[in-house]
């Protein structure tokens, strides 16, 4: 099994190796106002590009984060430097990475790792910092092609709900999940889809440990506890497509290579007539 995480230790060894590309995913939720690239400017690991997720995803799309095609894909990340031989670590400072991550293996890069800790760890740990904006670099010809096997569409979730041989987890928090609270997108009311099982992101890092992943026996406990046997074939979800990844993440990390991401995810479900929307009583 690969793995997919690197330190900072590591990273700030290799920091000047020119075919490693940093790049800083991190984003807000619509709801918050807040815009990352703002972040960005503020501090970045030294060296980094900052990568826009509302830019890289689909531009025509009416849901949030929908994966965009190879050619935009491979503009938008050609631009930033990155090639076929690219080495890609991937960082933010919240739940992001693994969006990134899952999006460059969808379309064929499997030389990328995430940032154990991200923008957090670095900072704890007091390592150099820059601002401003990204150095100017020169684009580089990305190739991509993509695996739509990795991907599950709204027509194969609602085929899965119909099938007991598919687990269906969902990232998001509990009170997203229950409905109690906002979906964080504006116009889109919270809630669950029938079968779903609510399997929060924020357990799969550790909060007492700079936010690094859980280990993957902890992260086995976590579906265990939560009743979602991640085993067979899975579908995950949350609100946009981007703290499902988290979830993929940790369940390949167990092994299981057998996972797709709902790219539409709530905010897609959420806003379909004939999709059946839960809430918890509260």
């Known amino acids: 099994m690969k793995n997919w995480l690197v330190t900072t230790q590591w990273l700030a060894q290799h920091i000047d190796d020119p075919q490693i590309v940093v790049l800083d995913c991190s984003w807000h939720l619509p709801d918050t106002g807040k815009f990352a690239v703002d972040d960005f400017l503020q501090g970045h690991i030294p060296g980094a590009r900052f990568a826009d997720l509302n830019v890289i995803s689909d531009q025509a799309s009416p849901y949030v984060n929908m994966l965009p ?3 935009h894909f491979s503009q938008q990340v050609g631009a930033l430097g990155v090639g076929n031989e690219t080495h890609v670590v991937i960082y933010d400072a919240g739940y992001v990475s693994a969006r990134l991550w899952w999006m460059f293996r969808v379309f064929g890069h499997e030389r990328v790792s ?24 020169a684009p580089k010809e990305f190739s991509a092609k993509a695996d739509h096997s990795r991907i599950a569409t709204l027509v194969d979730v609602k085929a899965a709900l119909n099938a007991s041989q598919t687990t269906i987890v969902d990232a998001r928090t509990p009170a997203r999940f229950d409905g109690t609270e906002g979906s964080g997108y504006p116009g889109v009311p919270g809630g669950y889809m029938p079968g779903a099982i609510n399997t929060h992101w924020g357990k799969f890092f550790d909060a007492d440990n700079n936010h690094v992943f859980v280990s993957p026996e902890r992260a086995a406990e976590v579906f ?15 609100g946009s497509g981007v703290t499902a ?11 299981n290579a ?15 007539d004939d999709t059946v929307k839960l809430r918890k009583e509260p």
């Not at 990844?245 to 092994?255: C, K, N, S, T, V």
């Not at 057998?258 to 379909?272: A, I």
């Open 258 to 272: 057998n996972w797709r991401l709902y790219d539409g995810s709530w905010h897609e479900w959420g806003q379909q």
């Open 224 to 238: 265990s506890e939560a009743g979602a046997d991640i085993d067979g074939d899975v579908i995950t979800t949350c």
């Open 245 to 255: 990844a988290i979830l993929g993440f940790m369940i390949e990390q167990l092994g």
């Open 69 to 71: 095609d190879a050619a």
């Open 114 to 137: 995430i940032l154990d800790g991200g923008w957090r760890k670095w900072r704890a740990e007091d390592r150099s910092v820059a601002t401003g904006p990204a150095e100017p670099v």
